[in-house]
């Protein structure tokens, strides 16, 4: 069965960085666009960015853009999140998704916790 499984989640000051990984499999992963998301506490799940099948298109939300960075080895069915300059807004559950035409697949989530 399909398996999205994210790492690289913890605790960091404001300003620092963070490195997520969400290994697929179960799935022609280059068959997917993979996507992140986030939820924070009492919030509802909020999407951060998406990388196309081969990486060439990617898009971000403003609250990210200059502060992340989305790739992908499709050799290695794993998308990253590179997240520079932490604010303590940032702190939530990170999801990745591999979409059909709308998120299909989940992973169960990593915590990320950005202290002040």
């Known amino acids: 069965q399909v398996q999205l499984v994210e790492s690289g989640g913890g605790l960091v000051q404001a300003g620092g960085s963070l490195r997520l990984s969400c290994a697929a499999s179960?799935?022609?992963?280059?068959?997917?666009?993979m996507g992140w998301f986030r939820q924070a506490p009492g919030k509802e799940r909020e999407f951060v960015a998406t990388?196309?099948?081969?990486?060439?298109?990617?898009n971000y939300a403003d609250s990210v853009k200059g502060r992340f960075t989305i790739s992908r080895d499709n050799a290695r069915n794993t998308v990253y999140l590179q997240m520079n300059n932490l604010k303590p807004e940032d702190t939530a559950v990170y999801f990745c998704?591999?979409?059909?035409?709308?998120?299909?697949?989940w992973g169960q989530g990593t915590q990320v916790t950005v202290s002040s």
């Open positions: 990388i196309s099948l081969g990486g060439g298109t990617i």
């Open positions: 179960g799935l022609t992963f280059s068959n997917y666009r």
């Open positions: 998704a591999a979409y059909s035409i709308t998120p299909r697949y």
